[in-house]
């Protein structure tokens, strides 16, 4: 088959003739159709991403759209011609999704979204799983809770924002000027963090008493903030890029939580890719529900333009990339 190899740090993508894979126990072939594009893939082609344990060179790309091409012994209900999605490779050493098929362990799949194109969910399972683990898993969101996506035009949050709104909840996202549009237009209220101090942002929206729920997608100081922009006693901050030091003493003045998102997990232990593949299940009844869509940037790649697509992904997509095989 035909695959796109990284061979050594910041190299460019070669297209290779390797083996195609087979599937086995609790495993599936999949013909991926779109692979789509994170910033952690760039990071992993780049070698500055260690956590995610793909040394090179590798076949990289994690996020998978395609069709069923053959079922190994004890893989469930899955059969040959069946569309689906997942977070499925490209970490730990396992070959990623830029190639033509990829072996995916069962649990990870799901049926993909009958109202999204195979290239449009091809680009949600790292995000959507991401958004999910934080909002529904750890905070428990809800009809009624304010929430605060930081980083609200992201490829996390603008996912996070809608899946918000979803669930009920009063949703306000952080952005520059140049994000209003897109925020406003998902339905949160849009704040201008470089205009507003956490301090004014919290008084003007929540009459001072702060966030019920702040999800931070951003990192770094805009952690710092977020445990400043939680509601006292009740306020609860989750993080997907919490890595830094950080001092917790603004959230512990407020009786605050906090809690942390690593959504490789399952990938690198084992642990708990069953649920992996119920979140993609149960988001896809709300996008086929016309709940929630990805922002696309309209420019297409396929095998052959890869290295301009990573390019793009570097300098600032307008939205989010796919690969199409």
Known sequence: MHALVVDAADA????????????????????????????????????????AQQPLPAVIGMDLAG???AVGPLAGD????????????GIGGIQGTLA????????LLARKPERLSMREAAVLPLVLITAWEGLVDRARVGVGHTVLIQGG?????????????????????????????????????????????VEEYVALHTAGEGFDIVYDTVGGA??????????VY?????????????????????????????TLLPLLTGKGREHHGRILSDAACLIDAGKLTPIMDPRRFDRHTVNAA????????QGRLAIEF
């Open 12 to 51: 460019p993508f070669r297209l290779a003739t390797i083996p195609k894979p087979v599937a086995g126990a609790g495993q599936v072939l999949v013909r991926v159709k779109a692979s789509g594009l994170n910033p952690l893939d760039a990071k992993i082609r780049a070698g500055q991403a260690a956590h």
């Open 67 to 69: 069709t069923v091409e």
């Open 78 to 89: 899955w059969q040959v011609g069946d569309d689906v999605y997942a977070l499925g490779a």
């Open 100 to 107: 033509e098929y990829v072996v995916v362990d069962a649990r």
């Open 153 to 197: 035009a992201g490829g996390v949050g603008h996912v996070a924002v809608q899946l918000a709104i979803a669930y009920g909840a009063r949703v306000y996202a952080t952005g520059s000027a140049r994000h209003r549009a897109t925020i406003e237009g998902l339905g949160a209220t849009f704040i201008d963090y470089q205009q507003h101090t």
């Open 222 to 231: 805009t952690l710092d903030a977020s445990f400043r922009a939680a509601k």
């Open 234 to 262: 009740h306020g609860h901050v989750v993080s997907c890029l919490g890595w830094g030091q950080h001092s917790l003493a603004p959230l512990s003045f407020r009786g605050a939580t906090y809690s942390g998102v690593f």
């Open 310 to 317: 990573y390019d793009l992904l570097a300098s600032g997509a």
